[in-house]
């Protein structure tokens, strides 16, 4: 009897996927990703990494599926709504049910398990909504849930003794000590997420998405630089996204593309680098090297030489700029 075990890379699916081994059932391992994975662990392209550790560890098969572009249509219109941000979770799960769908046609699997823990998670979690999940995936009966089977309905692959049963368990609500004293005495000491995450749960993101939505410019290149910087909002066409600290400066180098234009003191200034994303004239330019001197290192000085270039050119253009004041930068500032 094969499985197709869902692995986010967190402690939940680790102990499904571990306790499910353990009964004796071969497993290959799915996880997703996208620009919206939240992880102590982060790769370029969303909670891989955890996974990847994950599946060597219980030395299974790995497949890694790149959503980020499925996910972010139903982030623009998800069909079950948002939760208490721009979290579109039964949408996304019904996404990641169709790959593990997929997946077991592939692997000639028979059933899918995942680390989901019944009322743990406000939106996704609940018994109606895990039942409408598996109708519209495809998957109806199909999914065991290892942590909670006892206190749901008996999946398909319990009622057909393709598991044992007395093995399973019975952990529901939200707390976690029930699951953090299971992984000690499977002997699972090294989870780097606990509890997963998303950044489209997280506050201050969503507004920033949505700020991006509003103007119509929500695309993968523009989610990348929502995650780095400080954000201000120049004109509909145009916004700048400040460097807090060196290893930001070098990720906005590494985000720019054509046509952006990239701002940063001259080498006698300690200062950020800024990225300008846009359709940028004379005033939008000037306003960036302002913003951006008002980060620099004035050392008393009124006014700051900000050099700037548009990409991927590399002609460097100079403007020496006194910093914006604070009343208009709240104003700019997403």
């Known amino acids: 009897m094969k499985a197709i075990a869902l692995i986010s890379g967190g402690l939940d699916s680790t102990l499904a ?37 994950v599946a060597k560890d ?3 098969k790995l497949i890694s599926v790149n959503v980020s572009k499925e996910i972010l249509e139903i982030v623009k219109k998800p069909r079950h709504g948002y939760g208490s941000n721009m979290n579109p979770c039964i949408d996304c799960r019904i996404l990641l049910f169709k790959k593990a769908k997929d997946a077991m046609q592939q692997e000639g699997a028979s059933f899918v398990i995942t680390g989901e823990v019944l009322g743990q998670r406000p939106m996704s979690q609940k018994l109606n909504t895990m039942r409408l999940i598996e109708k519209e995936s495809g998957l109806e009966g199909l999914v065991l849930r290892p942590l909670s089977a006892k206190v749901l309905e008996p999946s398909i692959p319990e009622k057909q003794g393709w598991v044992m049963k007395d093995k399973l368990l019975a952990i529901s609500g939200r707390g976690r000590r029930e699951q953090i004293a299971f992984a000690r005495e499977l002997g699972v000491n090294d989870y780097p997420c606990p509890s997963g995450g998303c950044l489209l749960t997280d506050p201050e993101f969503s507004k920033r998405l949505k700020e991006l939505m509003r103007h119509d410019q929500l695309d993968l290149d523009n989610v990348w630089l929502l995650k780095v910087g400080r954000h201000f909002r120049l004109s509909d066409k145009v916004k700048l996204v400040v460097g807090r600290n060196e290893k930001e400066n070098e990720r906005l180098l590494n985000l720019a593309r054509g046509d952006d234009y990239l701002f940063f003191p001259n080498d006698k200034l300690a200062g950020p680098t800024s990225l300008g994303r846009g359709i940028f004239n004379e005033e939008s330019i000037r306003l960036s090297c302002s913003i951006t001197s008002r980060y620099c290192d004035l050392n ?14 590399t002609e460097d253009k100079l403007l020496n700029v006194s910093p914006i004041e604070e009343k208009e930068l709240i104003g700019l500032r997403v």
């Open 58 to 60: 219980l030395g299974l």
């Open 17 to 53: 996927a571990k306790l499910i081994k353990n009964l004796g059932i071969e497993l290959v391992c799915l996880n997703t990703v996208s620009p919206f994975c939240l992880c102590n662990h982060p790769s370029s392209t969303g909670c891989l990494h955890g996974a990847a550790q």
């Open 300 to 313: 008393s000085a009124a006014n700051a030489d900000i050099i700037y270039r548009k990409v991927p050119g």
